[in-house]
């Protein structure tokens, strides 16, 4: 560790070094937002009136897939070769 910087400054920038890029891009805002509406919407691809636990499971997956494309496509925060 170099004498010249604190740990908390030393963690941040390894942080910072081992991150791929931005999460909230404005794209990854607007389908998180769009979710979560789908979520507090009564209208459902499986309402939940007539099928309770498949229509829980419709929301779960819509969330499960949500975060799994914010996850995979962060935006490019600076490229380095």
Known sequence: MLPDKSKLE????LFDASRKGILWTPRNIIL???????IL????????????????????GIV???IC???THRGARNKQP
Not at 10 to 13: D, F, M
Not at 32 to 38: G, Q, S
């Open 10 to 13: 030393t963690a941040k920038e």
């Open 32 to 38: 998180a937002v769009v979710a979560l509406l789908y």
């Open 41 to 60: 919407s009564p209208i459902d691809l499986v309402p939940e009136f007539l099928f309770p636990l498949i229509g829980w499971l419709d929301d779960v």
């Open 64 to 66: 499960a897939a949500v």
């Open 69 to 71: 494309w914010i996850a």
